[in-house]
Every structure is written in C-alpha cells, then in structure tokens.
C-alpha cells in the first residue's frame, strides 16, 4: 500500500508534504521519508524508520527547504522496514522516486541494471523503478518521456511521484492499479494517493484513471497523458466531504471517536433514502429498477470487514428478498474458476473504494457475464465507484482507525438498504417493508442507547487484559458479527480470538474451552435463542467464563461467571448492526488496558491496495 505525496508550489513545500503524510499514515507506518529540491537545485532527502513523527523530529533538526518535493509513509512488501528500504529511492544523486504498489518483474529488471552497472541501496522493488528511469533520462528526451518509456517495461501495480534535479519544479507521476490523485491549487500543483491528503492545500481534484501519466510543472501548470502517451483533459472535481476528518476532537482515539460517530453516520447514510414505507429503487440510480428486476441471484465479494457485512447481508437478501446470494472473500474469488447462473448481480463491498483483491474481484467480474454491478463505498471517486455500474455511497465520513467501526454499521445499513429495494422489485410484503423502513428510522436511537452503555463494557474489558484466546459465538446473520468481533479483538489488543457459529461449539471448539477462555455470546432475542442458551450452557459446564450480550427482554440472568450486557430491543433483522457497537467498544477497551497503538495496530493498514 503505503501513501504518496508531493508538491510544486511557489513556497516552501517541507509542511505541506509532512501533513499529507500524517493524513496518509492509515495506509501504512513502517517508515516514512521525504525528497525535496534545494533552491540550489540540489536534491536533499530525509528518512526515518517507524511513522511520520519520528521522520518530523529529523526535519526539525534538519530542514529541507524548497518548493518541489515528494513524499512517503510505507507499509513494507520487498524488504523489511528499516531506513535503507524507506523511500524516497535514488538513483544517483539527482533523482528521486516514491512509489506505492508491487513491481512483479522487479527481479528481472535488477538483474539487468545490475549487468548494466547499477548498484542498488535497498531490497525494495521500487529502487529499480528509480533506476530505469534514471537510465532513459540519460538517453535523452526529459523526464516525462522517460517515466513513459519505463512504465511500458513494468508488470505489476503501482501509483509513483518522481523528481529529477536537473528539471527543478517538475514532478511526474503515473497510476496504474494504485490510487493517485492531483490537487489543483492556484499556481500550485500537488499528488496523493487520496484527497484526504491534500484537503489541507486544495478541495479541487483531478482523479487519475487508470495508465495515466501527469506532469507537474511550475505556476501550477498539470498535463495529464493517458496510457498511449495521448493529452487527455480530465475533468477538475471539487471534494464534498469536509475536512473534519484529520482530528480526533476530544476522543482519546479515532476509533473511540469513530465508534461514537455511528447514530450520526448511520443517518446520514439513511437519508434521503427511506420512503414512507418503503425503500424507492431509484436510490440505486435510474437503472436500478430494470437491473434488479432482471436479477435472479447475487454474489457479493469484498474483504475484511466489509466481507463480514456480505456475509450478514446474505441472511437479509435471502429472507426478505428471496435470491440466492453467495458471499465470498475478493482474494480467493478473483482466482477461481466462477460460476455465474444467468441473471446475476455482482455486488462489492468496500469502505475505501481502493482495496486491490475487491477491484481485481470486479474487474475479473466484468469478463464473467453478469447482469451488472453494484458497489457500497464510503469514498466518492474511488476506482470502485466510478468503474461499477451502480453506486450506493455510504456517508460515514473519513475513517482513519485503521480498526474499521463506522464504515462497517454504515455498509450494514446500505446493504439493508438493498435489501429493501431489491426486496420490493421482487414482490417483498408491503407491510413487512413498511415495519423495516420503521426499524431503520429507530436505528440511529437505538445505537446510541447502546453508547450509553460504554462505562459497563469497560469494566467487562479488564477480565480480557491478561487473557491470550477468546471465542465469539453466534448464530444466524450474528454468527458474522461474532467473526466481526473477533476480528476487531486481534486487529487491535493482538489478542488471539476465533469466532464461531454457536452450533458448531461440540464440534471442536468446546475442547478449547477453560477458565482461560473467556467466551463472548451475542444473544439477540431471535428465534435462534433457545438454542443459543444450550450452547452457553455447554460452555459455563465447562467452567468458560461467558459474557453475553443479550436483548433485554431476553431474560438470561447473570450469575457466577457469567457476565451480562442487556441491549435495548430492535427488530430482530437490525440486531446484527446494534450488536456491533458493544463489540467493537470491548475490543477498544481491551486495547487501551493493553496499551497497544489503537488507531494504527502493528503490521495493518487501513487500505490494502497491493495485492
Ligand atoms: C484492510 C483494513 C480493514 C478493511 C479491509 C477492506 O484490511 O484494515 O479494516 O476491512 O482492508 O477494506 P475496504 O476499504 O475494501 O473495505
């Protein structure tokens, strides 16, 4: 993954560049580096090991003035995370690259700028971009002809900035398979692997396609070539969202500030969307009604947690809806032989819009004969937005915990949303649309009720500090929000936790089960909770200390090792998405005891866009 950054500008350019990374670290933090040329046209370049701050306190004892510059924070592929890996990567003394994707013939190409005398400083894939380039350079011509002579040589994925001291106020860069956007200032220009970045300086935006190649140049001149060397003028968008986004307000975390948000986000996402009594198709856009008519199945791929909100969404759309909906993970999907019965809607979940598996997964889809597809994303222009067929945007804002909360409740409501919607097409009961519209209107209360209840998780959290194993069990559209939960535990206390359906506990897991075990129930007040409480019994049999999170109708009482949370009571369709909430606050709390890197856990980042 990692995040790109750089400017040309008629002032210092060292601030601006060290902003955007901060606003970058979500795609990664192993290290950070910066290259900017001197107002003596030598290039300077500064690079720390670890996140964005440490790389600040070398700049403040080391500036680097001038008004052309790019920078980096990483998330380690080729090579491991130390300085020498870090970019930006030289060749010589004059040339400067940043890069973010994976160059998949890096190896052949090493071996042959090594025959041609080069010597490489790092173990990355990325120096031998820089080299390439420097090699063409020579050769004559510029250095846009030259980055446009490399990039026909390169296999893989990449978005790159790069600078040459010998054409000061130039930066040159190009996308393909990673995400890089151009910010349009007043006689100044700027790169970034997203808006957030750059909100600081500009909220106009040229959003690169795919193969394009653009040159920076002085008094915010931007030419943008497309993949056949062809100027292309691609449209200046302005950015909609705000730029509240980059501070944690008075939240000791972003998660924690995230979490909170959720009444709010889900609202938002709501709006404008909710009939009197029903969901109009027309919020899917002015296709929607004639693709979801034509629709006979559905297939939903993402990754991570938006994979966990296909798999709750597959109980929706099949119980209101009736289509068979199958769910799969984009990096297995995008590899395999598929099936696709004729009249199949393809659906991808993703918060960033970015997430390279879930955009291969689609564009592989395109060649499989679907009816069509529908993205939910959380970021407008994303490569998933603008390359589906329809949009349903979610109105989460900026998510920066890399932990994902409110982009995942926000998807959940979309997809309810869908549910709807495809529901009505396909002859849904009128009444039972009119009592989830209802439901859905509740939500956002509801959620916040269950914020209400942040001291009492707390205090659940301290028997998890010192734990080493968890099992989360559910059942029903909760057995994803069980994997959900476990998912948010690992990703930020690093504690080991498993989710499984709670029927299938006496099928292995139960061996597992001790004092040392804790065991976290979601029991909403479904059909399925007769059937839940034998499981819990099997494990308090065992001595496993349960914490339940229960309806509070549901009457399960607490007693010795067993803890209870009482929800307060939502539709039974909806409990999935309350039931989130006090899983992600104890994950966050087992987190802060634990005293781990909440917002930017170790080895994670938030948009994955390598393979
Ligand atoms: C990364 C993030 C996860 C996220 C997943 C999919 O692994 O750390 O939080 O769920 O990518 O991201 P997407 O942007 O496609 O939802």
């Not at 440490?54 to 990483?74: D, F, K, M, Q, V």
């Not at 062809?230 to 950015?239: A, G, H, I, K, S």
């Not at 009444?431 to 914020?451: F, H, I, N």
Request: a negative charge; proline letters at 4%; charged letters at 20%.
């Amino acid at each position: 993954m990692c995040g790109i950054v750089g400017a040309v500008t008629g002032r210092n350019v060292e601030g601006i560049l060290l902003e955007g990374l901060r606003r970058l670290e979500y795609r990664g933090y192993d290290s950070a580096g910066m290259a900017v040329l001197s107002p003596q046209g030598a290039l300077q370049r500064s690079r720390a090991m670890g996140k964005v701050a440490a790389l600040e306190t070398r700049l403040e004892s080391e500036p680097l003035p001038g008004r052309c510059g790019i920078a980096h924070t990483r998330w380690a592929t080729h090579g491991r995370p130390s300085e020498e890996n870090a970019h930006p990567h030289q060749s010589g003394d004059r040339l400067a690259l940043v890069h973010n994707g994976i160059i998949e013939n890096h190896e052949s190409l090493r071996r042959e700028l090594q025959s041609a005398g080069y010597g490489f400083a790092s173990e990355t894939d990325t120096e031998v971009v820089a080299h390439l380039i420097d090699q063409e350079f020579r050769r004559g011509g510029g250095l846009l002809a030259a980055v446009q002579r490399v990039l026909a040589r390169l296999e893989g994925a990449y978005a790159l900035a790069v600078l040459h001291a010998d054409e000061p106020d130039t930066i040159v860069g190009a996308r393909k398979g990673s995400p890089l956007v151009v910010g349009v200032g007043i006689d100044e220009a700027f790169l970034g692997s997203d808006p957030l970045a750059l909100l600081q300086v500009t909220d106009r935006f040229v959003y690169l396609q795919e193969g394009d190649v653009v040159c920076l140049s002085g008094a915010g001149r931007i030419d943008v070539f497309d993949a056949r060397g062809e100027t292309v003028n691609r449209p200046v968008q302005t950015f909609e969202h705000g730029d509240g986004a980059a501070s944690k307000g008075d939240y000791r975390h972003f998660m924690l500030k995230e979490i909170f948000e959720q009444p709010e986000v889900i609202a938002a996402t709501l709006e404008g969307r909710l009939g009197e009594r029903s969901v109009p198709v027309e919020s899917f856009g002015p296709d929607a009604e004639t693709l979801f008519e034509r629709a006979k199945q559905v297939h939903i791929v993402a990754c991570g947690t938006s994979f966990h909100a296909g798999l709750v969404a597959r109980y929706w759309l099949e119980r209101y809806a009736g289509v068979p909906v199958q769910v799969e993970v984009a990096s297995e999907y995008r590899y395999r032989t598929v099936v696709v019965p004729e009249g199949t809607l393809f659906v991808t979940l993703s918060q960033s819009g970015e997430t390279a598996d879930t955009l291969a997964a689609l564009r592989f889809a395109r060649e499989q004969g679907y009816l069509g597809s529908v993205a939910i994303c959380n970021v407008p222009g994303s490569s998933l937005v603008r390359e589906s067929d329809l949009t349903l945007m979610t109105q989460a804002g900026p998510e920066i915990g890399v932990a994902s909360t409110k982009a995942f409740t926000t998807q959940l409501a979309a997809l309810m949303l869908l549910t709807l919607a495809l529901g009505r097409v396909k002859g849904l009961a009128t009444e039972t649309q009119a009592e989830l519209v209802g439901a859905l209107r509740e939500l956002p209360k509801r959620v916040s009720q269950v914020l209400e209840l942040d001291g009492e998780i707390e205090a659940l959290s301290t028997a998890f500090a010192e734990k080493h194993h968890a099992l989360f069990l559910g059942r029903g559209a909760h057995f994803p929000i069980a994997l959900e939960g476990a998912l948010k535990l690992k990703e930020i206390s690093y504690i080991h936790a498993e989710a499984y359906p709670a029927g299938e506990l006496k099928h292995g897991p139960l061996a597992l089960v001790d004092s040392e075990m804790p065991v976290i129930s979601v029991a909403p007040n479904d059909e399925l909770l007769d059937k839940l409480k034998s499981n819990l019994q099997e494990v308090r049999a065992r001595g496993g200390e349960l914490f339940v999170f229960a309806d509070e109708r549901v009457g399960i009482e607490a007693q010795e090792g067993v803890h209870v949370l009482c929800l307060p009571h939502v539709h039974d369709a909806l409990a999935p998405i309350l039931y989130t909430v006090p899983l992600q606050l104890l994950s966050y709390h087992v987190a802060v005891l634990k005293g781990t890197d909440v917002d930017q856990p170790r080895n994670l980042a938030k948009s994955v866009t390598v393979e």
